[in-house]
């Protein structure tokens, strides 16, 4: 019904908004007011149709919204976007204002219009604007006035202080021949005093007028002295270096210290004073180069503001009295500065932006307007922001807090190479990077291993032209560190390391690769590792899963919810979602929180950006990192027994069962039982590798193929010396096995059959089968064999986490105050200042299987007296290996019904998934009891399951729109009838199912954007999709803990570890800091009253995956795969 018409419409009987005061007979004028239509494309309406109308019911008007600025930015993409959506409310109706009328046109001859969106820039007649408002008294979007402030720096600066925003120490220097006193200006060598005040350098100097974008900025002479000049965007440059020292003599300026960012400055964008989108573009005062990406856009960073940040924003767009405002903020030393308030401005590239944008300002419009036009709207309630879900009492319950921990993606074999060196030149780089303060060096910078990879060439040289002993460092060794060095033309230090650890006496005893000959004296160990990085296949399965994480918070189901989870990226941009992600300092790790990170909010791009402003790093404290090579003295001796058991050329005997396997898992049971002899089945791995190596060799002799590319650009020749290696490790000289070499072996096999399978390698499954039996012991046992053992072993990797899990569900109800809107804002919002938490670990399988232990042996609850609990355990056990994507998730919950204090009034849930489907793990998928989430359990009783989910209202009994597939374009807007769309997608599993089933919980929609034309068949992920695993969905392993249970479980459990304690303070200390919140949705869910109900309901919809309606849904998983999940981990053997 609204349309978007260029230029001035006549209006159907003149309802015009007018004050009381607004009574001239300006009605005589109007028919002249619309005669210039030359050139715009107008609706004519004649006086006749005007008449017939009044005949009958005044009709309902519609709200004409003028759009008066130049040309240049009416026209331009973003406003052509927000129009274009604006339109989409039926009573609105857009008139832009032509400029040739703005310029040429007296303002009584300018079109009529109800609400005016209005803001000056170059050459725009703002005097006239102001006058035309007096004149026809709109409604203004933005005030006009306050726009010739804006203009002024001095004015921008002084309102600014007026509301007590932080901005930095400045000085005004007018050159006015009329004020002297405010022209006193000293010049010193490295500073400037302005009227008496010091500003050392860095300084910066800006022009008075806010048009005038020749901003400099002066660098001391201990930094190279000089300036540099900033100025509007020309092409790619931004600012240049010039070597001039003194300031500028003529014209006025603001003079103000320099603050020291990261290189990036925060440009926000407010719509209205409770939203705003914030991103980070590089500082044009770097190094003056402008980033762009492949389109030739300047590259922004997504950014998430803090609480204090969020309410700078609010107090800009209301001083400024600018709707719609930008303005910048530097981060310095903790601190949010604004710097600058440039009036009307719009973000670039973000449908998203442009989604909110439209249906801020039409509601705005809506609700100022609608009452006057006597046309039936009602405010949307904000309800879709607020994280609220039925529980099965019908109670409603509150989604509080969301914790994840979960393992990396999909990644290249990790691979390591071991050396004694005593080379003088080895030496000398040791001690230029201060190894001797402890003995131990690692190099990952690019510079420090370039210095590595100058000594290899030079000592392969010298090795070429005399063949003496000399140079002790062994030919091969040296050409394979030169080879892997130099292996992507450039070094990123995130996927290459060298260590070096100094030994007083040289090696101790020779390893399978040494030689006997041994010499005395100092040596150094050089290791170099290579590989493990996250494979593409893991960038995906992290974004998708991210994308699927969204859809377990609540809401986003307005007019313009896109696409699935929209209700986690609302909140989060109405700043009620509190988000963080913490990772590992492993590149494969931090890669992969990125990418789940992208999916989780919706971003575009590249993802190093995002890791640079999301992620914050965790290393350093043990909080997700685990120092491999410090193995405590109970891992020590359960390898040693681990190692005596599998070095026994003799079937396993009842004694060996329960040696290994103490806690009778059947996972580790059936291992064994595929096994029986360990040393039988090592000899078979053995050959089965010699076999697979002179296969690859036979392939290179061939000159067809010799130079196939392989996955992830691997060749040939690499992957033979992959497996060469593990050829030569796996068995040693004395004629035993090195059972370390396991996991490497299965990671090696398991890499090759997911992504390599074209080179057709024969036997390679049977290499698969064998290698993961055996793995399926070595890796989980390495973790300890006894309950005991794994508890202890557990806590030394894990207590850090575990106390700051614990502060997590702690802080959430404890701290209302802390990273919220002030109170005195929330106006208009339910539950103000409510908001949802979300904590993301991404860490390594240590970590992972770490955290499982002691959940499972910790003692959180009785398997004997818990139904629900020993089902869960049963399942665990049932879980043969912790793979990539790995998740385990608690939520928290509160019941606003009941009494604060009641232990009944926050409830815990405890969710897992093994992450991604291996290759052919079909017929041995344990059976978990499926996501349930409490709140999904009763839904046969309740005809409209949940208040939330539809307030559109079409059909209160429909599937949410997050079961259409995943591969809805990001940018279509929701389709409404959403009977189509989900459930069309179902009918291969579930041709009787009705709707109705379809709960809220309709966790991880089907499909991938790869492969729209895919229907998940029985559950087996979509094959097809270039063997890329899908994940499995998560399990409940619990929905009906209080909090008080978990937190005296966290509470014992870190205090039995006393010996951890002071790791952990050491942990914690750096973790608080409130910059770079992200925020995360989650799916509610509501808890059951009693654990032994619960376990009694048939399987409920699994949370990850399925889109099929939980009846249909097999406890074995569901029937959608999740997309490819890729991401990595290692294990302390590493």
Known sequence: MSRLCDGKRPEAGEGQRRSSADSDPVEDDESDVRVMESDVKIDMFREED?????????????????????????????????????????????VIFPEDVILEEPVDKWPLCDCLISFHSKGFPLDKAVEYAKLRNPLLINDLNMQYFIQDRREVYRILQEEGIDLPRYGVLNRDPDKPEECNLVEGEDHVEVNGEVFPKPFVEKPVCAEDHNVYIYYPTSAGGGSQRLFRKIGSRSSVYSPETSVRKTGSYIYEEFMPTDGTDVKVYTVGPDYAHAEARKSPALDGKVERDSEGKEIRYPVMLTAMEKLVARKVCLAFKQTVCGFDLLRANG????????????????????????????????????????????????????PIVPTTSGTMMELRCVIAIIRHGDRTPKQKMKMEVRHPLFFELFEKFGGYKSGKLKLKKPKQLQEVLDIARLLLLELGQHNDCEIEEKKSKLEQLKTVLEMYGHFSGINRKVQ???????????????????????????????????????????????????????????????????????????????????????????????????????LEG????????????????????????????????????????????????????????????????????????????????????????????????????????????????????????????????????????????????????????????????????????????????????????????????????????????????????????????????MSPGRHVRTRLYFTSESHVHSLLSIFRYGGLLDEDKDQQWNQAMDYLSAVTELNYMTQIVIMLYEDNNKDPSSEERFHVELHFSPGVKGCEDEENVPLGFGFRPASSENQDKKPNQGSMEDLSQDQPDQALP?????????????????????????????????TKGCTSHRLFPMGSRQSPEIKPASGLGFEGCSMVPSIYPLETLHNSLSLKQVDQFLNTVCESSSEAHAKTMKALSGLFDSQSQTSLYSPQQPLSSSGSEASLRPPSQPLWHGSVPSSAVSSAGPSSPMTESSALSFSFSE
Request: hydrophobic residues 35%; glycine residues 6%.
């Open 50 to 94: 005007m008449e017939d109308d009044d005949d009958e019911s005044p009709p309902e008007r519609l709200i004409v919204v003028g759009i008066c600025c130049m040309m240049k930015k009416s026209k331009s993409k973003p406003m052509t976007q927000i129009l274009e959506r604006l339109c989409k409310f039926d009573y609105i109706e857009v």
């Open 335 to 386: 601190h949010s500065f604004v710097c600058d308030v440039n009036g009307f401005s719009f973000v670039k590239n973000s449908m998203k932006y442009y989604d909110d944008c439209a249906k801020v300002l039409g509601n705005m419009v809506m609700r100022e307007l609608a009452p006057q036009f006597h046309i039936p709207w009602s405010i949307p309630m904000e309800a879709e922001d607020i």
């Open 500 to 602: 070096l650890t100094y030994l007083r006496n040289g090696q101790p005893k020779a390893s399978s690769e040494e030689e006997d000959c041994k010499r005395e004296g100092p040596s150094l160990l050089l290791v170099l590792k290579w590989g493990g990085e996250l494979t593409p296949a893991g960038r995906v399965q992290a974004e998708e899963l991210g994308r699927a994480f969204r859809c377990m918070y609540p809401g986003g189901q307005g007019d313009y919810a896109g696409f699935p989870g929209c209700g986690l990226l609302r909140l989060h941009s109405t700043y009620r979602h509190d988000l963080k992600i913490y990772a590992s300092d492993e590149g494969r790790v931090q890669m992969t929180a990125a990418a789940f990170a992208k999916g989780l909010l919706a």
């Open 606 to 829: 590249e993802l190093t950006p995002i890791l640079v402003q999301m992620v914050k790093s965790a290393n350093m404290n043990g909080l997700l990192d685990s120092d491999s090579d410090s193995l405590t003295d109970c891992q020590q001796k359960v390898k040693a027994r681990l190692h005596e058991i599998m070095q026994k050329d003799m079937e396993f005997s009842q004694d060996d069962y329960q040696k290994l396997a103490p806690t009778g898992s059947p996972s580790l049971v059936n291992s064994m039982k595929i096994i029986q002899n360990p040393v039988k089945t090592c000899d078979k791995v053995y050959s089965l590798i010699q076999n697979l190596t002179s296969q690859i060799r036979k392939r290179l002799e061939d000159p067809k193929s010799s130079d196939l590319q392989l996955y992830h650009s691997e060749t040939l020749e690499l992957m033979l010396q992959r497996w060469s290696k593990l050829e030569r490790d796996f068995r040693m000289k004395s004629g035993r096995y090195d059972i370390s070499k396991i996991p490497d072996i299965y990671d090696c096999i398991k890499y090759d059959s997911q992504h390599n399978a074209s080179l057709g390698l024969e036997e390679t499954l049977e290499l698969f089968r064998l290698s993961r039996a055996l793995a399926d012991i070595i890796i989980p046992q390495e973790y300890g064999i006894s309950k005991a053992e794994k508890l202890d072993i557990a806590q030394a990797y894990c207590v850090p986490l575990m106390k700051k899990i614990q502060l997590d569900l702690q802080r959430t109800h404890e701290d209302e105050a802390v990273n919220k809107l002030h109170p005195l804002y929330s106006r208009g919002v």
């Open 962 to 994: 997050f079961s259409d597939p995943i591969n809805i374009q990001r940018r279509s807007p929701m389709i409404r009838n959403r009977k189509t769309g989900s459930m069309e997608v179902l009918s291969e599993t579930s041709p009787t199912q009705s």
